[in-house]
Each structure stands twice: as C-alpha cells, then as structure tokens.
C-alpha cells in the first residue's frame, strides 16, 4: 500500500485538526486551571487508571447491560409495529400517529416518569432508553416495510409463493439496510440518553461514575468517562455495525 | 386446445378490452401487437391470472384460469423488467419460484442450473443479479419462467429495456429456446419486427376498446417483408383510431 492510501486511511486532515485542538486545549488548560478544564495527558493518565482498577469495565459493562435490555426491547417492538404497519393499512396510520408523538416526547420526561414509576432501580434508565429509541428504530423499519417493491411481491404471486416464502424472501431481506440504518442511529442515541438516566436513582454505570466525578470535584475523571463513551461508540459502530452492514448487505 | 382465450373484456374507468377472442395449440408462440395502451398488457395479466377479467374467460388446457391461487396450471411469466431478487443469486432466484412446486434442495438446485444453462448462463449461476448486465438478468428471468416448466409462457415486452444489438440477440435466444423446450409463448411486443422475426401466430389487436383485429399465420407462407408492411399499416391505423378523429390528420 503506498503513503496515499495509508494517509486517506488514517484520515490525515482529521489527524491535523485533532492535532490543532489537543494543542489548543492543553494551551486553555494551563489558562484557567485542572479544575475547570483537565488537560489531555492528565484525561488520557486518568484513563489508565480506571483501566488498571478495573472500574471502566464494571461501569461501562453496568451501562451496556442496560442499553441491551432498553434498546432490544425497542427493536423486539419495532418489529411488531413494522409487521402491523405491513399487514394492515389502518394499524400502520396508528402506528406512524404513535411514533410522532412518541418521537415529540423529551428525554426528561422519561427519566422523571421512570423514576416515579420504578424508584431507584435499573428499570429507570432502561425504561428511558427504550422509549427514546422506539420511535427512531421503529419510524425507520415502517419505513421499510412500506417501501418493498410491490412489483416483486407481484412476482411472487405469479410463481405461487406462499405468505410464509415472500415475507421471508422478499420483505425481510428488503427491510434489513432500513433496520441497519435505525439500529445504528438508535443505538448512538441509547447510549447518550441511558448515560443521562443514570444520573438519577442508580449507583454504577457511566452516568453515575461521571456524575459522582463532578460531585467530588474530580473533573479529570469526567472527561475520562466522556473519552470512553467516544471509544464505545467509536467501536460499536466500526466492529458491530460495519460487520453486519458487510454481511447483510453483500449483495449491493 | 392449449390455451383458449373466449371474449375476454376488462373494464377499468373506460372499456379497455372490449372482448377478445383467440386460441393457440401447444407449442405455438403467439405475439400479442396492437398500438400503444390498446391493453395487451393487461390481456397477458389476465391470461396469466394476475387480474381478474370484467367478462369472459381463459381457458388453459380446458381449465379456466381465476385469480386464486390455486396452482393447477402453471404459468411462467416474464415482466418488461426483470424483477429478480438483488439479494440471491441467479441460482437462488431461479430456486426458488420452485418451492411451491414441492421440490427438494437438491432437486430445486439441479434444475434451477439446467435452466439457467439453457439459456446460456452457465457458469455466472452464482452470481447476484447486480453483477451482470441487463441483457443476461433478462435471460435468467426467462430461466426462472422456464423451471416451474409451465404450460404457458407469458413474456410482457421482455427486451423493451435492452439495447438493439442485445434484442436482436435475445430474439434469436427465445426463438432457440421455444424449439428446444417446445413450450406455448404469448409474447407481447409493440415491435412489427420484433413479432413477425419470432412468432408462428400474430394477434393483431384494434385501437382501445381492443377486439382482435387479425389474426395471422407466420409460417413462412407469406413473405416477411410484405406482411411487416402489411402490419404497419394496420397498426399505423389503429394508432390513429386510438387518437380520436382528426388526430390522423
């Protein structure tokens, strides 16, 4: 490989402009103080620490549990919702009325509805990032669904095919780069909006670990946890998503 | 009698078929002509049971032809477009059409490559439709229409999208292929010589609300370049009947 592709690769331009801010955010830091704005060696000590003492893995697994649970959840009924909205022209008008208003509905009023509702427990910010990332996911399978090419369902009325054989070979391979496409953007979602509800009623997970940061006055540590959240996103995104997109889409 | 079609009519907002009558013995390959939007499109829906007539009735093999799905006949249709899954290969998409038909896997394979072999695809039967040009997707669509081996074959201006050269070749591919399997082709085409250089029966259908105008023998009997003249001053007629008076003029 030569040095073109090695530096299109590494996303050179990228490289310099990070370059230009780690420099510019050390020169801040020594201006107003660790305190106010950490700077980048001490983030990027502080975040050896947390891997040494094992603590990054106990939170981030505590926070990942829960988006799982929230966001497989929002796809299990993603995909009923998308089923209706294929079978039935009226279940699919409640559905897209359902998902506008769901997708109106602020990040707040979940967390304080799941705290009423379940206290101080793991079901808070599971229940929030179910119904934060339900519409998004959901919206874009309905979409999917409504989109399959009548004129291939028509052929597969010609050759007799089955209910059971066109959804399985025409609507679901169909629907999979829409899924994708909503699995992806919710799951970027979950992980903001579950790290927010963590904040309230639970007692690990990134959103504790970054708010007890700030409690006690450990700024360094809350930039640490918003570098690992980059790094979990970062790395959802090119090992999971891009591996499924690769697999499922190969035909393209 | 292979396939009797008896005063078929379809209405939709205005008559579009009035009442079409013809029938056409096995192995014959039938070209459906007649001016653009005189239906015979939608005539080659209802032979193939994927619209139900407003009168009259298709009989194939003595048993009428309805929109249910019951597989009694077989019908074997390819679109103006090819209409084949991006996302299985030629193969699959072959094999699969032969599921309702009760074959194994292995069965369903097998036959899905003699199929695909005869029509000149070998070797590409792995291939994702993306793959491959127009012409040769087209090809696997009428390996597809072929495997159910079904009593008819209906084709619905299957060239329309190809290139001069690639049509030609393909007229001459279906011509090869309906000797080589003696199937019963309805072709419909808009194309005088594309007709009259693959078909031993031509329909002439009228301008709308289409009867059939004429019907005639392509057997060589008479000389090709008389009846494409003939022909076009038929059609050249029924477009100007279709226009309305004075659209002639």
């Known amino acids: 490989m030569n040095t073109r592709n090695w530096a299109r690769r590494l996303h050179l331009p990228t490289l310099i402009a990070l370059t230009a801010v780690v420099a510019a955010w050390t020169v801040l830091s020594r201006r107003y103080g660790a305190y106010v704005l950490p700077g980048p060696l001490s983030v990027v000590s502080g975040l050896a620490e947390i891997v040494q003492s094992g603590e990054i893995w106990s939170h981030t697994a505590a926070s990942l549990t829960r988006i799982a649970i929230g966001f497989g959840f929002a796809v299990l009924v993603s995909l009923a919702m998308a089923l209706g909205a294929f079978v039935s022209t009226v279940a699919r008008g409640i559905v897209e009325d359902a998902l506008a208003i769901l997708n109106s509905t602020s990040v707040f009023v979940w967390i304080v509805v799941s705290l009423i509702w379940f206290g101080l427990s793991n079901w808070g910010p599971i229940f929030t990032t179910f119904m934060i990332t339900l519409p998004v996911v959901a919206s874009n399978l309905v979409e999917g669904v409504s989109s399959v090419d009548r004129r291939l369902l028509e052929m597969g009325d010609v050759y007799r095919l089955d209910g059971g054989q066109k959804f399985t070979s025409i609507v679901i391979p169909s629907t999979v780069p829409y899924l994708l496409a909503g699995a992806k953007i919710g799951f970027g979602l979950a992980l903001k909006v579950s790290v927010v509800a963590e904040i309230f009623g639970v007692t690990s997970g990134i959103g504790y670990a970054m708010n007890l940061s700030r409690e006690t006055l450990a700024t360094r540590m809350v930039f640490v946890w918003a570098l690992v959240m980059v790094l979990i996103m970062v790395a959802v995104d090119k090992l999971l998503f891009g591996a499924m997109d690769r697999r499922l889409t190969h035909w393209r | ?249």
Request: hydrophobic residues 45%; glycine residues 10%; proline residues 5%.
């Open chain 2, 1 to 249: 009698m292979k396939l009797a079609v008896e005063g078929v009519g379809k209405d939709f907002l205005i008559p579009v078929l009035d009442s079409v009558s013809f029938a056409a013995e096995a192995g014959e390959f039938v070209c459906l002509l007649g001016p653009n939007g005189c239906g015979k499109t939608t005539l080659l829906r209802i032979v193939g049971g994927i619209e139900p007539a407003t009168r009259g009735r298709v009989l194939l093999d003595g048993q009428p032809v309805g929109t249910d799905r019951a597989p009694a006949r077989r019908v074997g249709v390819v679109f103006q477009e090819d209409r084949l899954l991006p996302w299985l290969s030629l193969a699959d998409n072959v094999a699969l059409v032969l599921k309702p038909l009760g074959l194994d896997r292995e069965a369903r394979r097998a036959r899905s490559l003699r199929y695909l072999h005869l029509t000149g695809l070998g070797g590409f039967e792995g291939y994702y439709p993306s793959r491959v040009s127009g012409g040769m997707r087209q090809r696997a669509a009428i390996a597809r229409a072929l495997a159910i081996e079904p009593d008819v074959l209906l084709m619905d201006e299957p060239f329309g999208a190809l290139d001069a050269q690639n049509r030609r070749v393909m007229q001459d591919e279906v011509r090869r292929i309906w000797r080589e399997t003696g199937r019963t082709i309805l072709f419909v085409t808009h194309s005088i010589e594309e007709a009259v250089a693959v078909g031993t029966t031509l329909v002439m259908l009228s301008a709308r609300p289409a009867r059939v105008r004429e019907l005639i023998r392509n057997d060589g009997g008479r000389e090709r370049g008389k009846l494409v003249d003939d022909l076009t001053a038929m059609i050249t007629e029924e477009v100007a009947r279709q226009q309305g008076p004075g659209a002639a003029r």
